[in-house]
């Protein structure tokens, strides 16, 4: 009985670990939409938890949501929870072209300072950053 119980921690340890990606616990700023600099609001941002779970925001409304993500690999629902505020005059375009770019993201790639999704045919869609500070906090596990 004892090598059962030892087999099924180990599937429930990697279980766990399939659910943690280099996104989980990461916060990033809205740099670029198409290459483009975003206009200025509050919160241009996103931030990723555990299971995949991130909060957004291209500058007015709020959003959240589970994204799907395996390996490389990733896509966002195409239906997001969110706040409904009335926003300033071309931040709510600003906006709905975030939401919508998110919609088409299929992978991402991190370098030392940005998060960069994709879209399938490996085209940058948006660019987020971070700080360097950031950056080496995360990989001294501070």
């Not at 925001?57 to 959240?64: E, T, V």
């Not at 987020?128 to 995360?138: G, Q, T």
Request: charge should be negative.
């Amino acid at each position: 009985m004892i090598s059962a119980s030892a087999i099924v921690i180990g599937v429930q340890t990697r279980a766990t670990e399939v659910g943690h990606s280099a996104l989980t616990e990461t916060d990033w700023t809205l740099s670029q939409i198409e290459g483009a600099e975003p206009l200025e609001g509050r919160g241009l941002d996103l931030s990723f938890a555990e299971d995949g779970q991130f909060g957004t925001s291209a500058g007015c409304n709020r959003f959240m949501g589970e994204a799907e993500i395996d390996g490389e690999a990733i896509s966002f629902p195409d239906k997001i929870a969110g706040t409904m505020m009335a926003c300033p005059e071309g931040l709510a375009e600003q906006e709905e072209t975030v939401l919508a770019l998110l919609a088409r993201v299929t992978s991402y790639q991190i370098e030392p300072t940005a998060l960069i999704l994709l879209d399938e045919e490996g085209t940058e869609l948006l660019r987020y950053s971070r700080d360097a500070e950031e950056e080496s906090l995360l990989e001294t596990g501070g």
